[in-house]
């Protein structure tokens, strides 16, 4: 796609160069810059990574409620989608990779749905039976052993040697194998998150984060900016929490919180350049 786009770019060019020789002539060119900009245009919105119909059937929120299963290395339970229908079609494609589906419920009712042909880089498409009026989409679903956003890291692993971690990386199309989801920059979401995991450990996300650990191990996340979904993040361990300023902190294991505080001690700092760079922070902390 690049090298095409490299082309007509030269191509253009060169043609607008040339296109003062005659009238008949700069007719005839601005008509082909105009239709081969109008190609280079639909080809660059084009997403060829995504299974999904994001452009018919077009989501702005989803929440997670998902239970960190650090013995059999899954995360299980459901995704909600908020979406509309903006072209009547009559199903909503999600991208999938290497996820069991248990069951699909579409405004509260059972549904019909069907996992498409395995592609080795993209995954499976989820094709779900809607209406032109559907508002949710609840999916039920556990990670496996192939979720190649997920990093399991054993005990021995870590710092402190004694309790497990995990954290997802999502980039660049990864976030389909721990969330069925419309995996492309395409479409920006807002999310929430209910989280689950053992008492001893702490839940942090790409979002507003608690900075201490409760009893139940029960954590509620918010992400209220519309953000690509492969900036979705999760991490899971023996971590605890110091501010760097009132909008900036680390977050890291007991054994390391010294020596992390230390070497970001001038992320405030930064943060105060970039917005005389560039504007307001508006990501919380």
Not at 24 to 49: G, P, Y
Not at 54 to 72: R, T
Not at 180 to 201: C, E, F, H, K, Q
């Amino acid at each position: 796609m690049k090298q095409i786009y490299t082309l007509l770019v030269i191509s253009l060019g060169i043609l607008t160069c040339s296109c003062s020789e005659s009238s008949e002539t700069k007719s005839d060119t601005e008509e082909w810059v105009t239709d081969s900009a109008n190609i280079v245009k639909e080809a660059l919105v084009i997403d060829e990574h995504t299974l999904s119909n994001y452009k018919d059937v077009v989501v702005s929120h989803c929440h997670l409620s998902l239970d960190v299963d650090f013995e059999n290395e899954v995360l299980k339970g459901s995704v909600v989608h908020s979406l509309k229908n903006v072209s009547g079609v009559e199903q909503v494609i999600f991208d999938t990779k290497n996820l069991n589906i248990k069951s699909v419920l579409v405004d509260g009712a059972a549904a019909i749905f069907e996992l498409g042909d395995y592609d080795e880089l993209l995954g499976a498409p989820l094709q779900i039976a809607i209406t032109k009026d559907v508002n949710t989409i609840e999916i039920f679903y556990e990670t496996t052993n192939g979720a190649e956003a997920l990093d399991w890291v054993n005990p021995q692993l870590t710092a402190g040697k004694k309790n497990p971690y995990v954290f997802t990386q999502g980039q660049s199309i990864f976030t389909r194998t721990w969330v069925p989801i419309m995996d492309t920059p395409g479409l920006r979401i807002t999310y929430s998150a209910d989280i689950t995991v053992p008492p001893n450990l702490l839940a942090v996300m790409s979002a507003d984060n608690p900075t201490e650990k409760n009893e139940q191990g029960k954590y509620h996340f918010e992400m209220s900016q519309p953000v690509p979904c492969y900036l979705m993040a999760l991490a899971v361990g023996n971590l605890e929490f110091v501010p760097v300023d009132e909008r900036t902190g680390v977050y890291t294991e007991p054994e390391m919180i010294d020596a992390c505080a230390f070497e970001f001690a001038d992320m405030g700092e930064m943060v105060k350049k970039a917005e005389g760079l560039y504007g307001p922070y508006l990501w919380g902390r």
